[in-house]
Protein backbone atom coordinates (compact mmCIF):
# COMPACT_ATOMS: atom_id res chain seq x y z
CA UNK A 1 0.00 0.00 0.00
CA UNK A 2 3.23 2.13 -0.11
CA UNK A 3 3.13 2.59 -3.42
CA UNK A 4 -0.38 3.65 -4.03
CA UNK A 5 0.64 7.53 -2.79
CA UNK A 6 3.85 7.98 -4.39
CA UNK A 7 1.72 6.56 -7.77
CA UNK A 8 -0.61 9.51 -7.07
CA UNK A 9 1.82 12.52 -5.89
CA UNK A 10 3.14 13.30 -9.47
CA UNK A 11 -0.38 13.39 -11.19
CA UNK A 12 -1.61 16.03 -8.48
CA UNK A 13 1.86 18.13 -8.70
CA UNK A 14 0.95 18.35 -11.67
CA UNK A 15 -2.56 19.54 -11.65
CA UNK A 16 -1.85 21.98 -9.15
CA UNK A 17 1.04 23.20 -11.10
CA UNK A 18 -1.40 23.98 -14.26
CA UNK A 19 -4.12 25.20 -11.50
CA UNK A 20 -1.73 27.86 -10.02
CA UNK A 21 -2.39 31.15 -11.38
CA UNK A 22 1.26 32.52 -10.44
CA UNK A 23 2.78 29.34 -12.97
CA UNK A 24 -0.21 30.99 -15.51
CA UNK A 25 1.17 34.45 -15.20
CA UNK A 26 5.01 33.34 -15.12
CA UNK A 27 3.96 31.04 -18.84
CA UNK A 28 1.98 34.19 -20.41
CA UNK A 29 4.98 36.75 -19.59
CA UNK A 30 7.41 34.63 -21.29
CA UNK A 31 4.86 33.95 -24.12
CA UNK A 32 4.55 38.36 -23.98
CA UNK A 33 8.19 38.61 -24.32
CA UNK A 34 8.52 36.23 -27.10
CA UNK A 35 5.48 37.67 -29.09
CA UNK A 36 6.59 41.58 -28.89
CA UNK A 37 10.50 40.20 -29.37
CA UNK A 38 9.38 39.44 -32.67
CA UNK A 39 7.62 42.75 -33.24
CA UNK A 40 10.35 44.51 -32.03
CA UNK A 41 13.08 42.04 -34.11
CA UNK A 42 11.05 43.35 -37.38
CA UNK A 43 11.43 47.17 -36.89
CA UNK A 44 15.27 46.92 -35.80
CA UNK A 45 15.65 44.69 -39.15
CA UNK A 46 13.73 47.17 -41.32
CA UNK A 47 16.20 48.89 -42.83
CA UNK A 48 18.42 45.34 -43.52
CA UNK A 49 15.20 44.47 -45.84
CA UNK A 50 14.90 47.40 -47.20
CA UNK A 51 18.38 47.03 -48.63
CA UNK A 52 18.23 43.39 -48.93
CA UNK A 53 15.48 43.24 -51.40
CA UNK A 54 15.67 46.87 -53.43
CA UNK A 55 12.94 48.52 -51.31
CA UNK A 56 11.84 51.80 -50.93
CA UNK A 57 11.08 53.64 -47.50
CA UNK A 58 7.60 53.80 -48.18
CA UNK A 59 7.06 49.34 -49.08
CA UNK A 60 9.51 49.01 -46.03
CA UNK A 61 7.16 51.15 -43.86
CA UNK A 62 4.22 49.77 -44.97
CA UNK A 63 5.50 45.68 -44.38
CA UNK A 64 6.93 46.99 -40.70
CA UNK A 65 2.60 47.74 -40.07
CA UNK A 66 1.01 45.36 -41.89
CA UNK A 67 0.61 43.41 -38.98
CA UNK A 68 -1.41 45.46 -37.37
CA UNK A 69 -4.40 44.86 -40.57
CA UNK A 70 -4.98 41.77 -39.14
CA UNK A 71 -4.88 42.66 -35.67
CA UNK A 72 -7.25 45.66 -36.28
CA UNK A 73 -9.74 43.15 -37.97
CA UNK A 74 -10.13 40.79 -34.89
CA UNK A 75 -9.57 42.68 -32.13
CA UNK A 76 -13.53 43.77 -32.23
CA UNK A 77 -14.84 39.96 -31.58
CA UNK A 78 -12.27 38.96 -29.01
CA UNK A 79 -14.21 42.02 -26.94
CA UNK A 80 -17.45 39.90 -27.36
CA UNK A 81 -16.02 36.17 -26.94
CA UNK A 82 -14.25 36.43 -23.57
CA UNK A 83 -14.96 34.06 -21.08
CA UNK A 84 -17.22 32.05 -23.52
CA UNK A 85 -14.12 29.86 -24.97
CA UNK A 86 -11.09 28.57 -23.79
CA UNK A 87 -8.91 31.30 -22.99
CA UNK A 88 -5.57 29.32 -22.35
CA UNK A 89 -6.08 26.97 -25.84
CA UNK A 90 -6.92 30.33 -28.00
CA UNK A 91 -3.69 31.84 -26.58
CA UNK A 92 -1.97 28.81 -26.92
CA UNK A 93 -3.41 28.65 -30.53
CA UNK A 94 -2.28 32.32 -31.64
CA UNK A 95 0.96 31.54 -30.42
CA UNK A 96 1.43 28.60 -32.33
CA UNK A 97 0.22 31.24 -35.25
CA UNK A 98 2.73 33.84 -34.62
CA UNK A 99 5.30 31.42 -35.02
CA UNK A 100 4.14 30.22 -38.09
CA UNK A 101 4.48 33.56 -39.22
CA UNK A 102 7.95 34.55 -37.91
CA UNK A 103 8.98 31.13 -39.78
CA UNK A 104 7.84 32.31 -42.80
CA UNK A 105 9.51 35.35 -42.80
CA UNK A 106 12.81 33.98 -42.21
CA UNK A 107 12.14 31.02 -44.70
CA UNK A 108 12.27 33.55 -47.27
CA UNK A 109 16.03 34.01 -46.92
CA UNK A 110 16.17 30.27 -48.53
CA UNK A 111 14.14 31.52 -51.04
CA UNK A 112 16.09 34.29 -51.89
CA UNK A 113 19.50 34.04 -54.25
CA UNK A 114 22.25 35.18 -52.50
CA UNK A 115 22.97 38.88 -52.47
CA UNK A 116 24.39 40.67 -55.49
CA UNK A 117 26.49 43.65 -55.08
CA UNK A 118 29.01 45.63 -56.79
CA UNK A 119 32.32 43.66 -55.60
CA UNK A 120 35.70 45.21 -54.64
CA UNK A 121 37.92 43.23 -56.85
CA UNK A 122 37.20 40.57 -59.70
CA UNK A 123 38.74 37.33 -60.46
CA UNK A 124 41.65 37.49 -62.73
CA UNK A 125 40.64 36.08 -65.36
CA UNK A 126 38.13 38.74 -65.92
CA UNK A 127 38.29 42.57 -66.75
CA UNK A 128 36.95 44.12 -63.64
CA UNK A 129 34.05 46.47 -64.62
CA UNK A 130 35.12 48.15 -61.43
CA UNK A 131 37.48 49.68 -62.45
CA UNK A 132 37.90 52.63 -65.17
CA UNK A 133 38.31 51.01 -68.65
CA UNK A 134 39.11 52.36 -72.04
CA UNK A 135 36.63 50.69 -73.49
CA UNK A 136 33.52 48.51 -72.70
CA UNK A 137 35.03 45.52 -72.10
CA UNK A 138 32.45 44.39 -69.39
CA UNK A 139 30.50 41.12 -70.58
CA UNK A 140 26.90 40.93 -70.22
CA UNK A 141 26.51 37.90 -69.83
CA UNK A 142 26.71 37.46 -65.97
CA UNK A 143 24.88 40.44 -66.02
CA UNK A 144 21.97 38.92 -68.03
CA UNK A 145 21.92 35.96 -65.58
CA UNK A 146 21.62 37.49 -62.56
CA UNK A 147 18.80 39.45 -63.66
CA UNK A 148 17.19 36.08 -64.98
CA UNK A 149 17.47 34.87 -61.50
CA UNK A 150 15.88 37.98 -59.76
CA UNK A 151 13.01 37.87 -61.88
CA UNK A 152 12.24 34.31 -61.22
CA UNK A 153 8.53 33.85 -59.29
CA UNK A 154 9.93 32.90 -55.81
CA UNK A 155 12.53 35.93 -56.35
CA UNK A 156 9.45 38.06 -56.90
CA UNK A 157 7.21 36.59 -54.52
CA UNK A 158 9.45 37.62 -51.85
CA UNK A 159 7.52 40.53 -51.07
CA UNK A 160 4.49 39.40 -50.58
CA UNK A 161 5.37 36.80 -48.37
CA UNK A 162 7.15 38.75 -45.88
CA UNK A 163 3.33 40.71 -45.68
CA UNK A 164 1.71 37.34 -45.33
CA UNK A 165 4.26 36.84 -42.24
CA UNK A 166 3.31 40.18 -40.85
CA UNK A 167 -0.60 39.30 -41.65
CA UNK A 168 -0.63 36.58 -39.64
CA UNK A 169 1.68 37.53 -37.03
CA UNK A 170 -0.77 40.28 -36.05
CA UNK A 171 -3.38 37.69 -36.03
CA UNK A 172 -1.91 35.25 -34.02
CA UNK A 173 -1.29 38.60 -31.09
CA UNK A 174 -4.87 39.36 -30.99
CA UNK A 175 -5.90 36.24 -28.55
CA UNK A 176 -2.34 37.10 -26.73
CA UNK A 177 -3.16 39.94 -24.26
CA UNK A 178 -6.67 40.43 -23.94
CA UNK A 179 -7.28 36.66 -23.08
CA UNK A 180 -4.21 36.47 -20.75
CA UNK A 181 -5.40 39.83 -18.79
CA UNK A 182 -9.01 38.93 -18.42
CA UNK A 183 -7.94 34.99 -17.05
CA UNK A 184 -5.57 36.69 -14.67
CA UNK A 185 -7.92 39.44 -13.64
CA UNK A 186 -10.69 36.04 -12.82
CA UNK A 187 -9.15 33.76 -10.46
CA UNK A 188 -6.14 36.23 -9.24
CA UNK A 189 -6.88 37.42 -5.89
CA UNK A 190 -7.54 40.98 -5.49
CA UNK A 191 -4.41 41.82 -3.54
CA UNK A 192 -2.25 40.02 -6.08
CA UNK A 193 -4.09 40.81 -9.62
CA UNK A 194 -2.59 44.53 -10.28
CA UNK A 195 1.00 43.23 -9.10
CA UNK A 196 0.25 40.38 -11.83
CA UNK A 197 -1.00 42.84 -14.22
CA UNK A 198 1.97 45.30 -13.77
CA UNK A 199 4.46 42.40 -14.19
CA UNK A 200 2.68 41.91 -18.09
CA UNK A 201 3.14 45.53 -18.99
CA UNK A 202 6.80 45.36 -17.94
CA UNK A 203 7.04 42.69 -20.21
CA UNK A 204 5.35 44.51 -23.11
CA UNK A 205 8.06 47.26 -22.61
CA UNK A 206 11.01 44.75 -21.89
CA UNK A 207 9.82 42.64 -25.05
CA UNK A 208 10.73 45.26 -28.23
CA UNK A 209 13.96 46.14 -26.23
CA UNK A 210 15.11 42.70 -26.46
CA UNK A 211 13.91 42.80 -30.06
CA UNK A 212 15.88 45.31 -30.47
CA UNK A 213 19.34 44.42 -29.06
CA UNK A 214 18.54 41.07 -30.78
CA UNK A 215 17.97 42.74 -34.53
CA UNK A 216 21.71 44.23 -33.50
CA UNK A 217 23.69 40.77 -32.55
CA UNK A 218 22.17 39.37 -35.71
CA UNK A 219 22.70 42.36 -38.06
CA UNK A 220 26.92 41.94 -36.87
CA UNK A 221 26.78 38.88 -39.28
CA UNK A 222 26.67 38.54 -43.26
CA UNK A 223 22.87 37.90 -44.62
CA UNK A 224 24.99 35.07 -46.80
CA UNK A 225 27.03 33.46 -44.17
CA UNK A 226 25.40 29.82 -44.92
CA UNK A 227 26.07 30.86 -48.43
CA UNK A 228 29.17 32.52 -49.02
CA UNK A 229 32.93 31.16 -47.47
CA UNK A 230 34.06 33.88 -44.88
CA UNK A 231 37.28 34.28 -47.13
CA UNK A 232 34.69 35.73 -49.63
CA UNK A 233 33.22 38.18 -47.82
CA UNK A 234 35.11 41.28 -48.79
CA UNK A 235 33.58 44.14 -46.41
CA UNK A 236 32.68 44.60 -43.02
CA UNK A 237 29.36 46.06 -41.23
CA UNK A 238 30.30 50.03 -41.85
CA UNK A 239 30.17 49.66 -45.38
CA UNK A 240 27.18 51.45 -47.16
CA UNK A 241 26.63 48.27 -48.59
CA UNK A 242 26.83 45.30 -46.05
CA UNK A 243 23.30 43.74 -45.07
CA UNK A 244 23.24 41.64 -41.95
CA UNK A 245 21.77 38.14 -41.38
CA UNK A 246 17.83 39.53 -40.79
CA UNK A 247 16.38 36.51 -41.14
CA UNK A 248 17.76 34.67 -38.78
CA UNK A 249 16.18 36.61 -35.52
CA UNK A 250 12.87 35.02 -37.11
CA UNK A 251 14.19 31.94 -36.97
CA UNK A 252 15.13 31.80 -33.42
CA UNK A 253 11.88 33.85 -32.12
CA UNK A 254 9.64 31.24 -33.83
CA UNK A 255 11.61 28.27 -31.60
CA UNK A 256 10.69 30.79 -28.76
CA UNK A 257 6.83 31.17 -29.38
CA UNK A 258 6.87 27.62 -30.25
CA UNK A 259 7.76 26.44 -26.66
CA UNK A 260 6.12 29.44 -24.99
CA UNK A 261 2.34 28.34 -26.50
CA UNK A 262 3.00 24.65 -25.31
CA UNK A 263 1.97 25.29 -21.49
CA UNK A 264 -1.32 27.07 -22.86
CA UNK A 265 -2.75 23.04 -23.88
CA UNK A 266 -2.66 22.27 -20.71
CA UNK A 267 -3.87 24.67 -18.64
CA UNK A 268 -7.96 24.54 -17.81
CA UNK A 269 -10.61 26.33 -19.01
CA UNK A 270 -11.46 27.18 -15.49
CA UNK A 271 -9.15 27.06 -12.49
CA UNK A 272 -9.99 27.94 -8.69
CA UNK A 273 -9.18 31.30 -7.60
CA UNK A 274 -6.15 32.52 -5.55
CA UNK A 275 -6.89 32.19 -2.41
CA UNK A 276 -6.53 35.64 0.00
CA UNK A 277 -8.09 36.26 3.52
CA UNK A 278 -9.08 39.73 2.68
CA UNK A 279 -11.22 37.95 -0.27
CA UNK A 280 -14.78 37.26 0.66
CA UNK A 281 -15.69 34.52 -1.48
CA UNK A 282 -19.30 33.80 -2.48
CA UNK A 283 -20.89 30.71 -1.23
CA UNK A 284 -21.17 27.92 -3.87
CA UNK A 285 -24.33 28.53 -4.91
CA UNK A 286 -24.38 32.31 -4.99
CA UNK A 287 -21.48 31.39 -7.62
CA UNK A 288 -23.54 28.61 -9.79
CA UNK A 289 -26.62 31.27 -9.73
CA UNK A 290 -24.44 34.20 -10.69
CA UNK A 291 -22.64 32.57 -13.75
CA UNK A 292 -26.40 31.18 -15.10
CA UNK A 293 -27.70 34.91 -14.38
CA UNK A 294 -24.38 36.28 -16.67
CA UNK A 295 -25.07 33.40 -18.97
CA UNK A 296 -28.92 34.54 -19.72
CA UNK A 297 -27.64 38.45 -19.77
CA UNK A 298 -24.96 38.04 -22.33
CA UNK A 299 -25.52 39.35 -25.74
CA UNK A 300 -25.35 37.37 -29.42
CA UNK A 301 -22.68 37.94 -31.55
CA UNK A 302 -25.32 39.79 -33.94
CA UNK A 303 -26.82 42.10 -31.26
CA UNK A 304 -22.95 42.74 -29.84
CA UNK A 305 -22.51 44.30 -33.39
CA UNK A 306 -25.51 45.60 -34.05
CA UNK A 307 -25.03 47.54 -30.31
CA UNK A 308 -21.31 48.29 -30.95
CA UNK A 309 -21.88 51.38 -32.73
CA UNK A 310 -23.68 52.95 -30.53
CA UNK A 311 -22.21 52.73 -27.89
CA UNK A 312 -18.98 53.68 -29.57
CA UNK A 313 -20.32 56.79 -30.59
CA UNK A 314 -22.04 57.39 -27.54
CA UNK A 315 -17.96 57.23 -25.88
CA UNK A 316 -16.69 59.25 -28.41
CA UNK A 317 -19.06 62.36 -27.31
CA UNK A 318 -17.92 62.27 -24.45
CA UNK A 319 -14.97 65.35 -25.17
CA UNK A 320 -13.17 64.58 -22.49
CA UNK A 321 -12.51 60.93 -23.56
CA UNK A 322 -12.27 62.32 -27.51
CA UNK A 323 -9.02 64.65 -26.77
CA UNK A 324 -7.25 62.27 -24.66
CA UNK A 325 -7.55 59.45 -27.11
CA UNK A 326 -6.82 62.08 -30.12
CA UNK A 327 -3.58 63.06 -27.73
CA UNK A 328 -2.72 59.50 -27.19
CA UNK A 329 -3.11 58.73 -31.08
CA UNK A 330 -1.00 61.52 -32.12
CA UNK A 331 1.80 60.52 -29.64
CA UNK A 332 1.38 56.29 -31.00
CA UNK A 333 2.05 57.74 -34.76
CA UNK A 334 5.24 59.42 -33.10
CA UNK A 335 6.28 56.15 -31.80
CA UNK A 336 5.32 53.98 -34.36
CA UNK A 337 7.44 55.89 -37.11
CA UNK A 338 10.34 56.56 -34.88
CA UNK A 339 10.59 53.05 -33.65
CA UNK A 340 10.46 52.02 -37.80
CA UNK A 341 13.10 54.52 -38.96
CA UNK A 342 14.71 56.12 -35.79
CA UNK A 343 17.93 53.30 -36.43
CA UNK A 344 17.71 54.43 -40.26
CA UNK A 345 18.35 57.83 -38.96
CA UNK A 346 21.11 57.34 -37.10
CA UNK A 347 22.36 55.05 -39.35
CA UNK A 348 22.82 57.79 -42.13
CA UNK A 349 23.08 60.85 -40.14
CA UNK A 350 25.60 60.27 -38.04
CA UNK A 351 27.78 57.31 -40.23
CA UNK A 352 27.20 54.30 -38.27
CA UNK A 353 26.67 50.68 -38.95
CA UNK A 354 22.81 49.02 -38.65
CA UNK A 355 23.62 46.98 -35.83
CA UNK A 356 25.27 49.76 -33.45
CA UNK A 357 21.69 52.15 -34.47
CA UNK A 358 19.72 49.06 -33.36
CA UNK A 359 21.22 49.15 -29.94
CA UNK A 360 20.81 52.71 -29.54
CA UNK A 361 17.19 52.10 -29.88
CA UNK A 362 16.97 49.11 -27.82
CA UNK A 363 19.61 49.91 -25.35
CA UNK A 364 18.49 53.51 -24.78
CA UNK A 365 15.08 54.76 -26.60
CA UNK A 366 12.62 51.89 -25.04
CA UNK A 367 14.25 51.43 -21.43
CA UNK A 368 14.08 55.47 -20.70
CA UNK A 369 10.36 55.11 -22.40
CA UNK A 370 9.68 52.02 -20.01
CA UNK A 371 11.31 54.29 -16.93
CA UNK A 372 9.14 57.62 -17.85
CA UNK A 373 5.62 55.36 -17.98
CA UNK A 374 6.58 53.67 -14.21
CA UNK A 375 7.31 57.23 -12.95
CA UNK A 376 4.33 59.05 -14.22
CA UNK A 377 2.19 55.93 -12.58
CA UNK A 378 4.08 56.56 -9.37
CA UNK A 379 3.66 60.81 -9.50
CA UNK A 380 -0.58 59.98 -10.16
CA UNK A 381 -0.27 57.56 -7.03
CA UNK A 382 1.85 59.70 -4.86
CA UNK A 383 0.18 62.94 -5.25
CA UNK A 384 -3.83 61.33 -6.18
CA UNK A 385 -4.04 63.51 -8.85
CA UNK A 386 -8.12 63.66 -10.29
CA UNK A 387 -8.26 64.24 -13.88
CA UNK A 388 -7.66 67.79 -13.36
CA UNK A 389 -4.56 67.05 -12.23
CA UNK A 390 -3.61 63.92 -14.48
CA UNK A 391 -4.86 66.85 -17.85
CA UNK A 392 -2.22 69.04 -16.39
CA UNK A 393 0.76 66.96 -15.72
CA UNK A 394 0.43 65.59 -19.07
CA UNK A 395 0.02 68.67 -20.79
CA UNK A 396 3.72 69.64 -18.56
CA UNK A 397 5.09 66.76 -19.87
CA UNK A 398 4.43 67.44 -23.69
CA UNK A 399 5.83 70.77 -23.08
CA UNK A 400 8.78 70.08 -21.70
CA UNK A 401 8.97 66.44 -24.23
CA UNK A 402 8.65 69.90 -27.04
CA UNK A 403 11.95 71.45 -25.52
CA UNK A 404 13.72 68.45 -25.39
CA UNK A 405 12.62 67.55 -29.12
CA UNK A 406 13.56 70.58 -31.00
CA UNK A 407 17.25 71.05 -30.64
CA UNK A 408 17.85 67.46 -32.45
CA UNK A 409 16.40 69.58 -35.66
CA UNK A 410 19.84 71.33 -35.33
CA UNK A 411 22.28 68.36 -34.30
CA UNK A 412 23.24 67.13 -38.12
CA UNK A 413 25.59 68.04 -40.84
CA UNK A 414 25.16 68.89 -44.63
CA UNK A 415 25.31 66.00 -46.85
CA UNK A 416 28.85 64.72 -48.01
CA UNK A 417 30.27 65.80 -51.27
CA UNK A 418 28.93 62.97 -54.15
CA UNK A 419 30.48 63.09 -57.57
CA UNK A 420 27.29 63.64 -59.67
CA UNK A 421 24.62 63.99 -57.14
CA UNK A 422 25.49 66.43 -55.15
CA UNK A 423 25.05 70.29 -56.02
CA UNK A 424 27.91 71.88 -57.64
CA UNK A 425 29.83 68.58 -58.28
CA UNK A 426 28.50 67.62 -61.92
CA UNK A 427 31.01 68.70 -63.87
CA UNK A 428 33.61 66.29 -62.02
CA UNK A 429 32.15 62.97 -64.20
CA UNK A 430 33.03 64.43 -67.07
CA UNK A 431 36.73 63.04 -66.68
CA UNK A 432 34.95 59.36 -65.93
CA UNK A 433 32.87 59.44 -69.27
CA UNK A 434 35.15 57.32 -71.22
CA UNK A 435 35.19 54.95 -68.30
CA UNK A 436 31.86 53.32 -69.60
CA UNK A 437 30.80 53.15 -65.90
CA UNK A 438 27.62 51.01 -65.35
CA UNK A 439 25.21 53.24 -64.27
CA UNK A 440 24.06 50.26 -61.20
CA UNK A 441 27.68 50.06 -59.82
CA UNK A 442 27.65 50.75 -56.01
CA UNK A 443 30.93 50.70 -54.25
CA UNK A 444 31.62 53.83 -52.65
CA UNK A 445 35.42 55.58 -52.37
CA UNK A 446 36.14 58.34 -50.40
CA UNK A 447 39.10 60.29 -52.34
CA UNK A 448 42.09 61.71 -50.78
CA UNK A 449 40.67 65.69 -51.66
CA UNK A 450 37.24 64.42 -49.75
CA UNK A 451 35.19 64.27 -52.63
CA UNK A 452 33.50 60.75 -52.46
CA UNK A 453 32.30 58.69 -55.42
CA UNK A 454 29.92 56.08 -56.55
CA UNK A 455 32.08 53.33 -57.14
CA UNK A 456 36.24 53.37 -58.39
CA UNK A 457 35.02 53.34 -62.05
CA UNK A 458 33.74 56.98 -61.55
CA UNK A 459 36.27 58.07 -59.59
CA UNK A 460 38.47 57.24 -62.78
CA UNK A 461 40.76 54.79 -60.69
CA UNK A 462 42.63 52.33 -63.23
CA UNK A 463 44.50 50.39 -60.43
CA UNK A 464 43.96 48.84 -57.09
CA UNK A 465 46.22 47.82 -54.30
CA UNK A 466 45.29 45.02 -52.33
CA UNK A 467 46.84 43.29 -49.06
CA UNK A 468 48.08 39.62 -48.65
CA UNK A 469 44.37 38.48 -48.54
CA UNK A 470 43.34 40.06 -51.85
CA UNK A 471 41.52 42.50 -50.56
CA UNK A 472 41.42 45.72 -51.27
CA UNK A 473 43.59 48.44 -49.53
CA UNK A 474 43.76 51.68 -52.25
CA UNK A 475 42.65 52.79 -55.19
CA UNK A 476 45.17 54.56 -57.07
CA UNK A 477 45.80 56.68 -61.07
CA UNK A 478 42.11 58.15 -60.08
CA UNK A 479 41.65 60.33 -62.76
CA UNK A 480 38.53 62.68 -61.32
CA UNK A 481 40.67 62.78 -57.42
CA UNK A 482 42.22 65.87 -57.06
CA UNK A 483 45.64 66.04 -55.33
CA UNK A 484 47.47 63.27 -54.35
CA UNK A 485 45.01 61.07 -56.66
CA UNK A 486 43.97 57.93 -54.73
CA UNK A 487 40.58 56.71 -53.30
CA UNK A 488 40.00 54.58 -50.10
CA UNK A 489 37.28 51.79 -50.23
CA UNK A 490 34.83 53.46 -48.16
CA UNK A 491 32.10 56.59 -47.50
CA UNK A 492 33.89 59.47 -46.56
CA UNK A 493 30.95 59.77 -44.23
CA UNK A 494 28.90 62.98 -43.10
CA UNK A 495 31.56 63.86 -40.21
CA UNK A 496 28.76 64.46 -37.77
CA UNK A 497 30.20 61.56 -35.42
CA UNK A 498 30.79 63.95 -32.67
CA UNK A 499 27.19 64.76 -32.48
CA UNK A 500 25.67 61.32 -32.07
CA UNK A 501 25.74 61.87 -27.63
CA UNK A 502 24.10 64.61 -27.31
CA UNK A 503 21.57 63.30 -30.05
CA UNK A 504 21.59 60.13 -28.10
CA UNK A 505 20.98 62.17 -25.03
CA UNK A 506 17.61 64.30 -25.88
CA UNK A 507 16.53 61.32 -27.79
CA UNK A 508 16.62 59.52 -24.13
CA UNK A 509 15.37 62.35 -22.46
CA UNK A 510 12.26 63.12 -25.01
CA UNK A 511 11.49 59.21 -24.96
CA UNK A 512 11.34 59.32 -21.28
CA UNK A 513 9.35 62.57 -20.72
CA UNK A 514 6.74 61.58 -23.52
CA UNK A 515 6.02 58.39 -21.58
CA UNK A 516 4.95 60.22 -18.46
CA UNK A 517 1.84 60.89 -19.75
CA UNK A 518 0.75 57.21 -20.62
CA UNK A 519 0.06 56.03 -17.14
CA UNK A 520 -2.49 59.85 -16.34
CA UNK A 521 -3.66 59.55 -20.04
CA UNK A 522 -5.20 56.07 -19.43
CA UNK A 523 -6.62 56.88 -16.15
CA UNK A 524 -8.16 60.03 -17.51
CA UNK A 525 -9.87 57.60 -19.85
CA UNK A 526 -11.48 55.15 -17.33
CA UNK A 527 -12.60 57.66 -14.89
CA UNK A 528 -14.56 59.68 -17.51
CA UNK A 529 -16.54 56.56 -19.18
CA UNK A 530 -19.23 55.12 -17.39
CA UNK A 531 -18.40 51.61 -15.64
CA UNK A 532 -20.48 49.41 -18.10
CA UNK A 533 -18.68 50.76 -20.94
CA UNK A 534 -14.91 50.72 -19.97
CA UNK A 535 -14.13 47.56 -21.87
CA UNK A 536 -15.92 49.00 -24.82
CA UNK A 537 -13.82 52.31 -24.61
CA UNK A 538 -10.48 50.66 -24.10
CA UNK A 539 -11.30 48.45 -27.01
CA UNK A 540 -12.49 51.81 -29.25
CA UNK A 541 -9.59 53.23 -28.05
CA UNK A 542 -7.09 50.80 -29.08
CA UNK A 543 -8.66 49.92 -32.61
CA UNK A 544 -8.33 53.57 -33.22
CA UNK A 545 -4.68 53.48 -32.38
CA UNK A 546 -4.08 51.18 -35.12
CA UNK A 547 -6.25 52.74 -37.76
CA UNK A 548 -5.19 56.45 -36.92
CA UNK A 549 -1.65 55.88 -35.88
CA UNK A 550 -0.10 52.33 -35.97
CA UNK A 551 -0.91 51.38 -39.45
CA UNK A 552 -0.65 54.59 -41.24
CA UNK A 553 2.10 56.11 -39.06
CA UNK A 554 5.41 53.88 -40.64
CA UNK A 555 3.97 54.69 -44.07
CA UNK A 556 3.64 58.16 -43.81
CA UNK A 557 7.03 58.47 -42.39
CA UNK A 558 8.75 56.37 -45.00
CA UNK A 559 6.83 58.06 -47.82
CA UNK A 560 8.52 61.37 -46.05
CA UNK A 561 11.88 59.98 -45.86
CA UNK A 562 11.56 58.56 -49.83
CA UNK A 563 11.28 61.99 -50.43
CA UNK A 564 14.61 62.83 -49.27
CA UNK A 565 16.48 60.69 -52.13
CA UNK A 566 18.63 61.92 -53.87
CA UNK A 567 20.29 58.95 -55.46
CA UNK A 568 17.87 55.82 -56.32
CA UNK A 569 19.96 52.20 -56.86
CA UNK A 570 18.95 50.84 -59.78
CA UNK A 571 19.71 46.58 -60.66
CA UNK A 572 18.59 45.46 -64.09
CA UNK A 573 16.72 48.20 -65.33
CA UNK A 574 14.35 48.74 -62.18
CA UNK A 575 14.33 50.79 -59.59
CA UNK A 576 15.71 49.64 -56.08
CA UNK A 577 16.31 51.31 -52.48
CA UNK A 578 18.13 54.71 -52.16
CA UNK A 579 21.53 55.10 -51.91
CA UNK A 580 22.20 57.90 -50.92
CA UNK A 581 20.13 60.69 -48.94
CA UNK A 582 20.15 64.78 -48.72
CA UNK A 583 20.67 64.76 -45.09
CA UNK A 584 19.53 67.92 -44.10
CA UNK A 585 15.76 67.63 -45.71
CA UNK A 586 16.05 64.13 -44.11
CA UNK A 587 16.72 65.53 -40.30
CA UNK A 588 14.52 68.69 -41.19
CA UNK A 589 11.41 66.36 -42.88
CA UNK A 590 11.68 63.25 -40.03
CA UNK A 591 12.11 65.29 -37.10
CA UNK A 592 9.29 67.88 -37.84
CA UNK A 593 7.06 65.59 -38.14
CA UNK A 594 7.79 63.89 -35.54
CA UNK A 595 7.69 67.73 -33.72
CA UNK A 596 4.17 68.10 -35.65
CA UNK A 597 3.16 64.73 -33.97
CA UNK A 598 4.01 66.58 -30.57
CA UNK A 599 2.15 69.85 -31.27
CA UNK A 600 -0.62 67.87 -32.01
CA UNK A 601 -0.51 65.78 -28.90
CA UNK A 602 -0.08 69.29 -26.72
CA UNK A 603 -3.18 70.69 -28.39
CA UNK A 604 -5.75 68.32 -27.30
CA UNK A 605 -4.25 68.13 -23.97
CA UNK A 606 -4.28 72.24 -23.92
CA UNK A 607 -8.06 71.84 -25.16
CA UNK A 608 -8.98 68.91 -22.52
CA UNK A 609 -7.78 71.53 -19.62
CA UNK A 610 -10.12 74.23 -21.01
CA UNK A 611 -13.14 71.75 -21.24
CA UNK A 612 -12.54 70.21 -17.71
CA UNK A 613 -12.89 73.85 -16.84
CA UNK A 614 -15.87 74.95 -18.41
CA UNK A 615 -17.60 71.44 -17.00
CA UNK A 616 -16.36 72.61 -13.19
CA UNK A 617 -17.90 76.40 -13.65
CA UNK A 618 -21.14 74.84 -15.10
CA UNK A 619 -20.85 72.28 -11.67
CA UNK A 620 -20.52 75.28 -9.89
CA UNK A 621 -22.90 76.98 -10.73
CA UNK A 622 -25.44 74.42 -11.14
CA UNK A 623 -24.47 73.83 -7.17
CA UNK A 624 -24.87 77.53 -6.44
CA UNK A 625 -28.43 77.49 -8.38
CA UNK A 626 -29.14 74.35 -5.97
CA UNK A 627 -28.11 75.76 -2.67
CA UNK A 628 -29.98 79.06 -3.36
CA UNK A 629 -33.23 77.10 -4.27
CA UNK A 630 -32.49 75.06 -0.80
CA UNK A 631 -32.07 78.24 0.98
CA UNK A 632 -35.04 80.35 -0.50
CA UNK A 633 -36.98 77.07 0.56
CA UNK A 634 -35.79 77.41 4.08
CA UNK A 635 -36.52 80.78 4.40
CA UNK A 636 -40.58 80.39 2.68
CA UNK A 637 -40.48 77.81 5.75
CA UNK A 638 -39.58 79.90 8.14
CA UNK A 639 -41.99 82.52 7.17
CA UNK A 640 -44.72 79.68 7.22
CA UNK A 641 -43.76 79.25 11.00
Not at 420 to 447: I, K, M, R, T, W
Amino acid sequence: MTSDPRSLRAPAQSRSLFNSIKFFVFCHSLLQLAQLLVSGYMKSSISTIERRYGLSSQKSGLLASFNEVGNTILIIFVSFFGSRVHRPRYIGAGALLACLASLLMGVTHFMSEPYHYTKSIIASNEKSANLCQSESSVTTSSYNQTCLKQETPAQQGIYPMLLLGQLLLGVGAVPIQPFGISYIDDYASKKNSPLYLGILLAMTSIGPAFGFITGALMLRVYVDFDKVPKEEIEFDTKDLRWVGAWWLGFLVASCILFLTALPYLFFPRNMPKEEDPEDIDPQPDTKEQQQQTDTRQEPTLIQFLKSFPKIALRTLRNPIYLLVVLALVNLSALLSGLATFMAKFIEKQFSQSASFSTMMIGGVGIPMAVLGTVLGGALMRRFSLSVNGASKLCTIAILLCMLTALPMLFLGCPTQNIAGVSNNSYDLLQCSSSCHCSEEAFNPVCGSDGMEFRSPCHAGCQSVETDNFSKVVNYTECRCVSGLGFALPRSCGSGCEHLLLPFVVLLGLTAFIAAFSQTPSCMMILREVPPEDKSFAVGVQYMLFRVLAFMPGPVLYGSVIDTTCILWGKKCGKQTSCQYYDLERFRSRFLGLQVVFVCGGLLCYLLTIVVLRKRDRYQESDYQMVNQKISENAKEKELMT
